[in-house]
Each structure stands twice: as C-alpha cells, then as structure tokens.
C-alpha cells in the first residue's frame, strides 16, 4: 500500500501485492476497468474463487460516473461485508475519489492490469447486474437494456483518456495512459468470437488499424466508446470495413445533439454533428449503432433535459443515459436521485 495526493485528496491505496491468495473480485464498472482486473485473475487464476465467504479478500470494482453508480457500489460493498465479515478492496475509477467518504471496512485498491494477456476465463471476475436494468435478466440480445457487449470479448487495447470534457474524472481515475501495439494481439483476436476493442477512448491509430487486420484476416470487429473526433477521421476506413460485412457494432457516446450544451460540456459540436451523419450511412450498411447521452445537465442555473428520443431513434439502435452529476457525492441526495431515475 501507499500514500498518494491526487486532485480529489490524499488516502492509501492498497496494491496488488497487498491481496491474499484467495481472492473473489466482482466488477459493477464498465467494460474497461472489468477487463483489467480479468486480464490479473487470467494471469493468475489459481487466485481466484468463485464464492466470497472462500475468499481470503473480496474485491469489487466500482464506477463513479454518477452518484447513482457510486451509491451502487457502497450497496454492494456493504452487502459482501456483511456476508463474509471481511474487509473489502474497493478498486475501479472510484478507489481514486478521495473526496468520497468510504465505511471503515473499505480499503482502496489501485488500478491492476497485466499486458498481453488471453482472457481464456471471463468467469474469474465476476460481473454485476446493472443496476440501471430493475428487472435485468442475462440474455442474448445484444440490444436489450443492459446488455451492449456484455458477451462479447473485450480485446483490451489500452486505457486512460487526454479528453477534457467538463462533466468527467476519467483523466484523473484510470491511471497512466497505454495504448497496446495492434499486431501484437491479432492472435488473441483470431482465438475469439464476437471481440470488441476496448480502451476508454480508442484511437484513431489504433481504429484504422484494426480496421485494416479485420479487413485481411476477413473476421467481423465492433469497437465501443469511440470519441466523435475519433470516429470521423476514420470514416473511408470504417465504411469499407461495413461495405465487407464486417463491422458488427459501432459505439461512439455523443453525449448531445444540443449545440449549447456540447458547448457547455467543452465538446465539439462540428465533431458530433459530422459523426451523426457517419452513423446514419453506417447504419445504412447494416451497422448496429449505439451512443451515451447526458440528461438533465445543469450549467449557470439552466437545465438541459436532453431527452429527445426521436433523433435518438433515428440515429441508433441502442442508447444509454446518465443523468448529469457533478461530482459532489451526497449519500442523501444519492439516495433521492436513485428513486427518482431508477425506481
């Protein structure tokens, strides 16, 4: 473990090396911060138990892109303590908010990855229900609520984000920024169905170039989370890759088709505009579509609800919604805001 100062405080952060040999990990963070952790238990998977009160440490990854998210991930860390009467790590983007108060049997645990590692075992790090989903139930369908990608194979192609979008914490959570070299992992992509390119904001780079290796080893891709900015400048790259059937989904988070508010955001709107009508000829092509957007967003008193469901629709065939959170975790507001966008 160590001391560290960061822009939210200073706390411990316990490292890997500080965990026991039996470990039970579950993950209620996103696709990235899920795949890092597997990519540690496919390394050692002797390490890993599939039932909590057989562990010697519980592990959960958690997610602080909303309060909703952060009140999640305290309701499970509460409930697998109160289980197993063991401590808990607490590690994903939420180990680094200092500023949020966590229970005395929480510890924070730093970001743990392994590099260049075959994800043979999906199963060692358990994977949560979303909690956005009441009554989600594991399915098939890739576009019911909930379930974009979750079967799919995440190929982690690196992690961290240089965006400077006002709304969030990426830059300060995920730890260093590593982009994997693409030819290095064409077997790993090959070995697997239904592989999804996962970092927390792709590349140009790295998108032409597996557009290029999906082209010649004629074996479908999808790739998620790509920024607007990122998306258009592989537009001749990603369309060709369509016109072969070989582009599966498409997942670019525009966050709002309101120019004031990408504005209010620090967002491009001459970027999102231009990706919109990139989507629309890829959906043309048989491209399934997917985004984020943020609602109720406040800036300088004015609120911005952002629900417009018809463009939404138009433009794709799966979306998801955070409502705008600004950073300032309150367990009672939390607890309103779950009933009010969940209940």
């Known amino acids: 473990m160590k001391n560290i100062k960061n822009i939210f405080g200073e706390g411990v952060l316990y490292e890997k090396e500080d965990l026991g040999n039996r470990i039970y990990a579950t993950s209620a963070a996103c696709m990235s911060v899920w795949s890092d952790m597997l990519s540690f238990a496919n390394k050692y998977p002797e390490k890993f138990v ?15 892109v909303t309060d909703l998210a952060v009140l999640n991930d305290l309701e499970i860390a509460r409930k697998l303590h109160d289980m197993t009467f063991k401590d808990v790590y607490l590690g994903g983007c939420i180990a680094q908010r200092m500023d949020i108060s966590l229970p005395n049997y929480v510890r924070r645990l730093n ?10 075992n999906r199963n060692l790090v358990h994977y949560e229900k979303p909690f956005w989903v009441p009554d989600f139930k594991e399915e098939e369908d890739n576009l019911k609520d909930g379930h974009l990608f979750r079967n799919f194979y995440p190929l982690k192609i690196g992690a961290g984000c240089h965006g400077k979008c006002k709304y969030c ?10 982009e ?5 992992q064409i077997n790993e992509f ?4 239904n592989v999804v390119l996962i970092s ?12 290029k290796i999906a082209r010649e080893t004629n074996k479908d891709i999808s790739i998620r989370n790509v920024e607007p900015q990122n998306l258009i400048q592989c537009r001749n790259e990603l369309l060709e890759l369509a016109d072969n059937g070989l582009l599966k989904i498409v997942h670019c988070p525009v966050q709002s088709f309101d120019e004031d508010l990408l504005k209010a955001m620090n967002r491009s709107v001459v970027a999102t505009n231009q990706v919109i009508q990139l989507i629309r000829e890829l959906r043309k092509k048989g491209v399934v579509t997917a985004t984020n957007i943020i609602i109720d967003y406040e800036v300088n008193d004015k609120l911005y609800e952002n629900h417009d469901k018809e463009k939404l629709n138009e433009f794709f065939d799966y979306y998801s919604w955070n409502p705008y959170f600004d950073g300032n975790f309150n367990m009672e507001r939390a607890k309103e805001r779950f009933k009010k966008y969940i209940k």
């Not at 970001?111 to 043979?120: F, G, K, P």
């Not at 090959?190 to 169905?193: A, D, R, T």
């Not at 927390?200 to 557009?211: F, L, R, V, Y």
């Open 50 to 64: 599939d039932n909590p009160m057989d562990a010697d440490d519980v592990v959960i990854l958690g997610c602080q």
């Open 111 to 120: 970001v743990i990855r392994e590099y260049n590692i075959d994800l043979v």
């Open 169 to 178: 914490t990426i830059v300060h959570t995920r730890g260093g920024y590593y």
């Open 200 to 211: 927390d904001s792709p590349t140009p780079s790295q998108i032409k170039a597996w557009c």
């Open 190 to 193: 090959l070995n697997h169905e």
């Open 180 to 184: 994997e070299v693409p030819e290095k």
